[in-house]
């Protein structure tokens, strides 16, 4: 069971757990998934312990119960926001006497490369070779048992804030849960979404989740800048909300009912019947009142993440330009055509149709299993895991039977 991997992706709005592996053709094999919606992150941080790691312990039971699998250990997610990567080299000299490199070797090299000045507020969580170098030659992706004489490696020390992470572990092991490791969301998101030419030839991904958007850099395979704002979908619906004076649930269905950006995309300019929550009656207002609050909010998002990327002295000459994605925006028509109007850019919207059907909330979590089968391979990277008993399944198996194939069908 040991290539089972199970991955949890806590959001702003929901929480997302999988649990699969990679076959043969390097291809994400599904057993199980769950999704949760809660309100315990506000921001991108956990404010509410107890409400997350209830929705944790949700999400996995649903996830459980449909691949048959009692879950003990999961990776998690981690945004930007929390997070700092700084690139960093290190060399030993291979003293054995046939010269050959082995596991303690690498070992020894990737203790020694994490020797970086880390702020008091903040701890190593990850260390990821980008390159091995033996003898002046690089592009060595695993150098164990190749011969040489000096052994060099380039890597990406993952840098994240203390209170952050254990609010993260805090959540987790209240859900009876251990975590096997803390993944980067950008990591994750590039597996799924970004294409390898995308990433050696320069891309900005921009994910817009529920309450954060992260934006990530990568050029020549490897990240090179990655940051988040607080600001996401849900504050298009509360700009409805406001802007309508609507109830918050009200200005969700209508944003996912016309699900556009853009008022030129408008082809009926009718007027709809809203409920005012101040002084509980009905209304009529124009659909082009509701997409021009959708508008001035998304061209607002695409500003700040370009803003942060020229603060940040990040090029944005960029070949592949930008992908979008994330169940934020990714949906609405009208955001290609503004985000190329604020980048002056190519832009690329992911679409469930080229990332294997998943929904795009469980984009995060599906990226996650495919990064760390891919960086992790034959290291002991799968979670912890057991069947569940069969007379346990078959006591119950009437009313699981239901619930199993209800998710099936919703996922």
């Known amino acids: 069971m040991g290539e089972i991997i199970v991955s949890i992706d806590i959001g702003t709005s929901k929480v997302c757990t999988l649990i699969g592996k990679m076959n043969k053709a390097n291809q994400l094999e599904v057993i199980g998934k769950g999704i949760v919606s809660f309100s315990g992150v506000k921001k991108g941080t956990i404010v509410d ?68 000045q880390v702020p008091e507020d903040r701890q190593i969580i990850d260390i990821i070779p980008r390159q091995y170098t033996i003898d002046g030659y690089d592009e060595i992706i695993d150098p164990v048992g190749m011969v040489g004489v000096t052994l060099e490696v380039e890597a990406d020390i993952v840098i994240g804030k203390i209170t952050s992470v254990q609010n993260i572990v805090k959540s987790m092991e209240r859900a009876n849960l251990r975590v096997d490791g803390l993944v980067i969301e950008a990591y994750a998101s590039g597996e799924i979404v970004l294409t ?65 950006a853009l008022t030129s995309l408008i082809k009926n300019d009718q007027e709809i019947s809203v409920c005012d929550i101040n002084e509980d009656r009905k209304k009529n207002v124009k659909i082009s009142e509701v997409i021009e ?9 695409f500003s700040l993440s370009k803003g942060l990327l020229q603060r940040s002295n990040v090029s944005m000459n960029t070949d592949a330009g930008i992908v979008l994605a994330g169940g934020g925006i990714s949906y609405v028509d009208g955001n290609k055509q503004l985000a190329n109007e ?70």
């Open 49 to 116: 312990i107890d409400s997350t790691s209830k929705a944790i312990r949700e999400s996995v039971e649903q996830a459980e119960l449909m691949a048959n699998i009692n879950v003990g250990s999961a990776y998690v997610n981690i945004i930007g926001m929390h997070v700092n990567v700084i690139n960093n080299k290190s060399c030993i000299s291979i003293s054995h006497e046939d010269r050959e490199i082995t596991k303690k070797d690498v070992e020894k090299i990737l203790y020694a490369v994490k020797d970086v």
């Open 196 to 260: 390898p030419d995308e990433k050696d030839v320069g891309v900005i991904l921009i994910d817009i989740g529920g309450g954060v958007t992260d934006i990530s850099v990568f050029q020549n395979k490897h990240l090179v800048f990655y940051n988040s704002m607080p600001v996401g979908g849900d504050h298009i619906t509360n700009d409805i909300a406001i802007g309508l004076k609507i109830s918050y649930a009200e200005a969700e269905k209508i944003k996912r009912q016309y699900e556009l």
């Open 293 to 301: 609050i959708i508008e001035a909010r998304v061209y607002e998002i």
């Open 342 to 411: 604020v980048f002056e850019l190519p832009v690329r919207v992911v679409s469930c149709k080229t990332t294997e059907n998943y929904r795009p909330e469980f984009l995060t979590a599906a990226g996650m299993i495919k990064y760390v089968s891919n960086i992790r391979k034959g290291n002991n990277s799968g979670s912890k895991v057991s069947i569940l008993k069969q007379k346990n399944v078959q006591k119950e198996s009437g009313f699981f039977n239901k619930i199993s194939k209800l998710l099936s069908r919703l996922f």
